[in-house]
């Protein structure tokens, strides 16, 4: 998938139906990476690196200088490895501005001390809408598109754009808003935005759990596609249709089963809890509080 020297290489994660994503101008030797995956495993609380491993091995591969680590949003099913990745090849953690209102929710409900700020002082780069980047000579334009969270980002480069939960395959539908923080309406206006790219604009999805009826997964849509066939938010539904069927469907859909472990870690920037005095860090397992 190459636009001028723009190279987009995705990373699918069956455990969590996660898609990673490296975003590199050739030419320029440069890259970054969205949305990368920690594995965990929850029955023993064991970390590994296997998935992160394989998105550095291509980097180093193609000789890609990594400049930015990027988080679409805070995610509740699956943990950041954002840290690791950075420790190994360096490149700074950036993730949108409102992430400090995720931290102020959430450090609440684990009760969380031992020096955690609810600041975002964790992240090195804090997106507001409207914010540019380059990767190379690739022009990056920032969007914030809340709804799921009140953090998400769309990150739009050259001709494609990463919109992690917010809009699935047109098959599937759109992201949940009933998380701490989450707003149907404020999400239908999100996906508008992102609806009013150019008809052609190609969208990158953070997951896909596989439409039923579907055989393969598949994470890559475009505007045109999402606006004809998005089975919740096709042209045609207004924002009153929409945040009903979103604010129903959310009250039949369980509580996603890594959410607990990955937002302690998501909104360290991908960073497990400080270790205790013997040397093991722990994820808190707070009771009715979700």
């Known amino acids: 998938m190459v636009t001028t020297t723009m190279h987009i290489q995705s990373f699918f994660d069956p455990e969590t139906f996660t898609v990673t994503y490296v975003v590199a101008d050739i030419a320029a030797n440069a890259c970054i990476v969205i949305d990368p995956v920690l594995d965990f495993e929850s029955g023993s609380g064991r970390t590994s690196h296997k998935s992160a491993d394989a998105v550095i091995a291509y980097m180093r591969d193609l000789g890609l200088r990594l400049a930015l680590i990027l988080e679409t949003h805070a995610h509740a099913d699956h943990l950041s490895a954002g840290a690791y990745i950075r420790s190994v090849l360096g490149g700074k953690i950036g993730i949108g501005a409102q992430i400090v209102a995720v931290q102020k929710i959430f450090s609440k409900v684990f009760n969380l001390k031992d020096g955690f700020v609810a600041d975002g002082r964790q992240f090195d780069a804090l997106f507001k809408h409207g914010d540019t980047f380059t990767i190379g000579k690739l022009k ?17 480069i050259e001709d494609a754009a990463f919109i992690g ?6 098959d599937y539908g759109t992201a949940r808003a009933d998380f701490p923080g989450g707003d149907a309406r404020t999400l239908y206006r999100s996906i508008r935005q992102i609806l009013s790219l150019p008809d052609d604009t190609r969208l990158f999805t953070c997951h896909d759990y596989k439409a039923p009826g579907r055989d393969t997964f598949a994470w890559e849509s475009t505007v045109r596609e999402q606006r004809q066939r998005n089975v919740h938010v096709h042209a045609g ?18 509580t996603p089963h890594l959410i607990l472990p990955s937002i302690q ?3 360290r920037a991908g960073a497990l809890p400080p ?3 013997n040397g093991v860090s722990y994820l808190k397992l707070p009771i009715n509080a979700l």
């Open 265 to 267: 870690v998501n909104i």
């Open 165 to 170: 939960d917010t809009l699935f395959m047109p």
């Open 140 to 156: 990056a334009r920032v969007f914030h598109t809340p709804g799921h969270t009140p953090a998400c980002l769309t990150y739009v």
């Open 237 to 254: 539904i207004g924002e009153d249709e929409f945040a009903a069927m979103r604010t129903a469907r959310d009250k039949t859909l369980g």
């Open 275 to 277: 270790p205790e005095g």
